[in-house]
């Protein structure tokens, strides 16, 4: 596990991969989270989550999914590529000055067909159903957000 000095350092150099999680209900509404982390803070976000070193995406999309909705053992294969993101924030999880953050994101459609506890409370202060259309039209939706649905 990487301390945070040695987490900012690679924040600073590369860029980070990731997966997002775009979580479709029976209704075809969208799940969004009101973001208490940097980047992004403030803004209401899709779900979803680094990948580690050495773990496979298959591994990681599991480990994601269970951890931001609360759904174990779900499979990569069951859900929808999207394609590939690119994510630019000026700032970084430390609030370290003049350290931008740059993400590699793998896009995934997930569609819920009961419901299925959702909500990681350390990463979104709350969270909301919106249809795409709505989530469009916000100005509070983070842009990277509103990229899935353009």
């Known amino acids: 596990m990487l301390t945070e000095i040695d987490f900012l350092d690679v924040v600073r150099l590369t860029p980070l991969i990731a997966i997002d999680l775009i979580v479709r209900d029976a209704e075809g509404r969208v799940l969004i989270g009101h973001r208490r982390?940097?980047?992004?803070?403030?803004?209401?976000?899709?779900?979803?989550?680094?990948?580690?070193?050495?773990?496979t995406l298959d591994a990681a999309f599991a480990r994601i999914v269970d951890a931001e909705l609360g759904m174990a053992n779900s499979q990569r294969s069951a859900a929808h590529f999207e394609g590939v993101f690119e994510h630019h924030y000026s700032d970084n999880f430390a609030g370290e000055p003049d350290v931008s953050t740059h993400y590699i994101v793998l896009g995934y459609a997930i569609a819920l067909t009961g419901a299925a506890p959702v909500g990681r409370f350390d990463q979104h202060s709350d969270y909301a159903w919106v249809t795409p259309a709505e989530l469009l039209a916000r100005d509070d939706v983070h842009e990277n957000t509103k990229a899935y649905f353009r």
Do not use: L, S
């Open 37 to 55: 982390n940097r980047p992004a803070r403030g803004t209401w976000f899709v779900p979803g989550g680094r990948i580690h070193k050495d773990e």
